[in-house]
């Protein structure tokens, strides 16, 4: 089967650094995308790893390892405004195959 | 640049009653998705379109969902009757040359009492 697995929920201080994890089990994945969804609001793309290793815009960056099945998306000098899911998404042939999502709640 | 639209934004039916959403991607998109996304899931493909043609609807329940894109450009997803647990948010979203920056609309938030 195909799935991607992230931790429900995690908290941080804003200016802090948090990474979000995602583990996969899938074959056929030929990248990892992010996405961030606001509550109520529609994901929007953050990132992308075709290729091993990190890939930075900004504030963020994503790692990818297929060998381990694994990746991560890391938010630095966090800031209350990234309070929000955020979900990792496994491309398959044409198609996106979306994490569980992570609640990132960021306190002052 | 408009991006992805979508209307209602809301919409509350009672079960068995048909509900239709619809979705005008943005221009130039010729990859126009449909998902569903239940309260603290991620978003889960129903059909995706490559232009008029609806090249992947493996996840789309089919005794009571359809769906078209009759000029490849905007889309129409029915469902019909609905029932309690088709209560969730709609999500349209298109692409272009790749499927993994994909851009989403606000989605419809549907409430089936």
């Known amino acids: 089967g195909q799935s991607l697995e992230q931790p429900s929920e995690v908290t941080a201080v804003e200016g802090a650094i948090v990474q979000i994890n995602c583990t996969y089990q899938t074959s056929g994945f030929y990248g990892l995308s992010w996405y961030q969804q606001h509550d109520g609001g529609a994901p929007t793309f953050l990132s992308y790893n075709a290729l091993d290793g990190l890939e930075e815009t900004g504030r963020f960056s994503s790692f990818l390892s297929r060998s381990d099945s694994y990746g991560y998306l890391l938010l630095q000098e966090l800031q209350m405004k990234d309070s929000a899911s955020y979900f990792c998404?496994?491309?398959?042939?044409?198609?996106?195959?979306f994490g569980t999502g992570t609640l990132l709640a960021v306190q002052p | 640049e408009a991006g992805v639209v979508q209307s209602p934004r809301y919409k509350i039916i009672e079960k068995k009653q048909p509900v239709a959403f619809w979705c005008n991607p943005i221009s130039g998109h010729n990859t126009l998705y449909w998902y569903r996304q239940n309260l603290g899931q991620g978003p889960e493909l129903l059909i995706r379109y490559e232009n008029e043609e609806a090249v992947d609807d493996s996840q789309l329940p089919k005794d009571r969902f359809s769906a078209e894109r009759l000029k490849g450009v905007d889309s129409t997803l029915k469902i019909q009757p609905a029932e309690l647990g088709d209560s969730a948010v709609y999500l349209c979203?298109?692409?272009?040359?790749?499927?993994?920056?994909?851009?989403f609309g606000p989605g419809t938030r549907l409430t089936v009492t």
């Open positions: 979203a298109s692409s272009g040359l790749t499927a993994y920056e994909q851009y």
């Open positions: 998404a496994g491309g398959a042939t044409n198609k996106l195959i």
